[in-house]
């Protein structure tokens, strides 16, 4: 843009699109762009790690009727016969119309219905059976002994499960126990994934001076689909405009995310950042964080487009930090607070951006939480994430943290337990 340049001032303008904008700022920018996708019914049998469209609500009590937890003969508790006469058999998913009457028992399987008369279930154990009869040898018969109640795993009316939830084992086995077949969940979002870079080169073709390999597509890739979205598309761009340019509104108009890698920066082949503009409505494109600081992020229509920087970490952190929580928003999760403190086990040098480092957070016996880095942490150093399960967040200052101290991190995976040789002191 030129000093002539007469168009109105508007957000994208340039001025204000390289204000510096704190990571917090960026992120309540992405969310609040952020439709959430449509719903879809699918069958139980595909719904695993589907996101659930609205609340589950238990439509009737479980279990519906009274059941024996235990293999044995139902009774009336207050009954003190000392023998009784076998009057039938009730096994799961098999039921007869007989009522147990003091002096009468029902031989009963775990499971099954509890028969009409009888309150309690003694177990086998406590029995000896003869004939048409059973002696029952325990003394004191509690009434609802051995007997699960109507509604004593899920009230009818309750709320078991919010909308966004993520149908997992226990999930999924709900829904399918309330009888709901197919279930209403939200369309996984679809994305599409774009390295730019004309010195890349795809992995296990021959590498020349200066070249280097594509590693974002396969890392963006496992973190889309590790989040439950749809990688839709995955590809390679050479730097050149037209093509470039052509290529980016096809996949925005195939997509609900665009994430694309390199070409952000300063440098004259730093396409992407300038292409954007053309296509869709930048929001911000400097974040006062490392590594992450030409973090692109636009829109065009409901489509986000998020512009990564090439550097392989640097694109990850920024995919933890501000795609993560789009996609989870997208499957209408509430996007949840993920920091925790943790106690530096080391020292840490400072920078002037806050930075987000590479961490391990693990438990002590006693049940805090303490973080060490990964080492040397250079954004082109991919080695620095691998068992990393946290973002260790360590905001500008003058004076290096020391170990022992406190700092917030952004958990990416459960805290490690406990181990010896760490013997909990930090
Ligand atoms: P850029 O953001 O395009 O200036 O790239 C910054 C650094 O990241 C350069 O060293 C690139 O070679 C590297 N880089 C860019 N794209 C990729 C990619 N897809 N895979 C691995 N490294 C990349
Ligand atoms: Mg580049």
């Not at 925005?252 to 952000?264: C, L, N």
């Not at 403190?341 to 805090?368: C, K, M, Y």
């Not at 399960?389 to 958990?411: K, T």
């Amino acid at each position: 843009m030129t000093e002539t340049d007469t168009r109105p001032t508007n957000p994208t303008e340039t001025s204000d699109l390289d204000r510096m904008l704190a990571p917090d700022e960026a992120r309540a920018i992405v969310l609040r762009h952020v439709r959430s996708l449509p719903v879809e019914q699918v069958p139980l049998r595909h719904a695993a790690w589907r996101a659930l469209a609205g609340d589950l609500i238990a439509s009737e009590d479980h279990p519906p009727f009274a059941a024996a937890t235990m293999d044995g003969f139902a009774v009336l508790a207050e009954d003190s016969s000392p023998w009784r006469e076998v009057i039938g058999a009730h096994m799961a998913g098999q039921v007869s119309d007989v009522e147990v009457t003091p002096g009468t028992a029902v031989r009963i399987m775990t499971g099954a219905p509890l028969p009409r008369g009888a309150n309690a279930v003694v177990r086998i154990e406590e029995t000896e059976p003869a004939d048409d009869h059973v002696i029952i040898h325990q003394e004191q018969i509690a009434p609802g002994e051995n007997v699960r109640p109507v509604g004593s795993d899920l009230r009818r009316g309750a709320r078991l499960l919010p909308a966004g939830t993520i149908l997992g084992p226990a999930e999924l086995g709900l829904v399918a126990g309330l009888g709901i077949n197919p279930v209403a969940v939200r369309r996984r979002p679809r994305v599409s994934i774009l390295s730019t870079g004309d010195e890349l080169v795809e992995p296990g073709q021959p590498v020349g001076p200066g070249q280097i390999r594509d590693s974002n597509r396969f890392s963006l890739v496992a973190a889309v689909e590790g989040d439950g979205a749809e990688v839709v598309w995955a590809g390679h761009a050479e730097d050149e405009r037209r093509a470039l340019r052509d290529l980016l509104r096809e996949r925005i108009g195939q997509s609900d995310v665009v994430i694309t890698s390199g070409g952000v920066s300063m440098g004259d082949l730093d396409l992407v950042k300038a292409l954007l503009r053309e296509v869709a409505q930048v929001h911000f494109r400097r974040l006062f964080m490392k590594p992450g600081k030409p973090l692109n992020f636009a829109t065009a229509g409901d489509t986000l487009v998020f512009g990564l920087p090439g550097n392989p970490v640097s694109a990850l952190v920024s995919f933890a930090l501000f795609i993560r929580p789009a996609l989870a928003a997208m499957a209408g999760r509430a996007v949840a607070d993920d920091r925790v403190p943790v106690t530096l086990q080391h020292d840490i040098r400072s920078s002037d951006r806050i930075e987000f480092q590479r961490g391990v957070v693990r438990a002590t016996p006693d049940g805090r939480l303490v973080a060490a880095n990964t080492g040397s942490q250079s954004s082109s150093r991919l080695v620095s994430f691998v068992g990393a399960n946290a973002l260790l967040v360590i905001p500008p200052r003058n004076a290096p943290y020391q170990a022992g101290e406190q700092v917030e991190a952004i958990l990416l995976g459960p805290p490690l337990g406990p181990t010896r040789d760490q013997g909990g002191s930090a």
